[in-house]
């Protein structure tokens, strides 16, 4: 949905009074960074998810950086695992990449490749937006 110029215009004048007017209340946050962190979250738990569809697809297909996937998600878990209830859920969805391709595939067949082909795409472009939006 596009917004009209005058509702465009009125939201660029708005908006750093609605800042400004939140910053001075008690609320230590904003609801633009709870939207932060929950975007964060997505991110986080589907690179999870996509590194343990990969730890499996790798080694099933014996790719030489079959080793390397279950090391990534160990980082992921040390640089994102601040509480044991945020380590469950991020463990949680790798655990739940990999059975869900365990049950999918016996062998190596050309789907698998292709399926590992995409999430290594995916993998990449969501760190890239990990990196870019929240790395600062």
């Given amino acids: 949905m596009r917004l009209p110029r005058s509702a465009l215009a009125l939201c660029v004048l708005v908006m ?7 910053a001075q209340t008690a609320t230590p946050k904003s609801p633009w960074q709870d939207s932060t962190a929950a975007n964060l979250d997505r991110d986080i738990l589907r690179l999870s998810e996509v590194t343990g569809a990969l730890a499996f697809l790798r080694e099933l297909c014996s790719a030489t950086d079959a080793a390397e996937w279950p090391q990534r998600m160990q980082q992921l ?18 655990n739940s990449g990999y059975r869900n391709y365990a049950l ?17 795409s995916e993998s990449g472009r969501l760190s890239g937006t990990i990196l870019d939006r929240y790395g600062k």
């Fill in 16 to 22: 750093p009074l609605i800042t400004m007017a939140h």
């Fill in 77 to 94: 878990l040390a640089a994102e695992g601040a509480t044991p209830e945020r380590k469950g859920r991020i463990a949680g969805a790798y």
């Fill in 104 to 120: 999918t595939y016996r062998i190596c067949t050309p789907s698998a490749q292709e399926a590992a082909k995409r999430f290594l």
